[in-house]
């Protein structure tokens, strides 16, 4: 039972434009939505998080927004540099069962 | 760097063998989580730690067990393995916020791969 699903796998954008990352979810008890970034060898970076009870947020190039009768999450990345080429994964936590549940990710590569 | 710990890097065995990964959280941090992430597959939870006593559980086989000591570090053995148990295994440690219950961010550590020939 894959309770948040990253269902595009891997994602080619230019370098500038916008890259929009999406999830969606199934639980309607999740508090909070994050997303976090891997490079290949590290563990993953925490990038931005959500609150359930707000429906955007920002921080610096980073917007996630949040559509919660949609159960939909999406991350958009403006301007798209190449550095951020890496796998994103998306992750929802639930204060009821403490776990934090992660997508399947989906790569980004950010062509020059 | 996160400042979560954990070794070792690399981790080669055999079937039937039993293994211990460890990791530090990062100084402060009172919960310890675990996680798998094999091949074909995201970040899977196995188990969260907090202060010492077991606060969640994912999808930890029998033959895995973890804790947490009394300087916070913790260990996840993994027993009786199996070639499918091959996998990255990466620890995440997050505030004393922990003890309501709530996280907002974890954070990982480099990871351990683990290879079960």
């Known amino acids: 039972d894959q309770q948040v699903k990253q269902n595009s796998p891997s994602l080619s954008v230019q370098e500038g434009r916008i890259s929009i990352l999406n999830c969606d979810y199934t639980n309607s008890m999740f508090d909070y939505f994050l997303w976090y970034k891997k490079y290949p060898a590290e563990g993953p970076t925490f990038l931005i998080s959500i609150s359930s009870i707000k429906d955007k947020n920002e921080d610096g190039r980073f917007t996630v927004f949040l559509n919660k009768s949609a159960k939909h999450l999406s991350l958009h990345i403006v301007p798209s540099q190449p550095g951020d080429s890496a796998v994103y994964f998306c992750a929802a936590y639930s204060s009821n069962t403490g776990k934090l549940i992660f997508g399947q990710g989906t790569t980004l590569q950010v062509k020059p | 760097d996160s400042g979560v710990t954990q070794t070792p890097k690399h981790l080669i065995t055999a079937t039937g063998q039993r293994v211990t990964l460890r990791c530090s959280p990062r100084?402060?941090?009172?919960?310890v989580y675990w996680y798998q992430q094999s091949l074909d597959q995201g970040l899977q939870f196995l188990i969260q730690y907090y202060n010492g006593e077991e606060r969640a559980k994912g999808n930890i086989l029998e033959r895995f067990s973890a804790q947490q000591f009394p300087d916070l570090h913790s260990e996840l053995n993994l027993s009786s393995l199996e070639l499918g148990d091959s996998a990255l295994y990466f620890c995440a440690s997050s505030g004393p916020g922990g003890s309501s219950g709530y996280t907002d961010t974890q954070y990982f550590g480099p990871g351990t791969r683990l290879t079960v020939l």
């Open positions: 100084s402060g941090d009172l919960s």
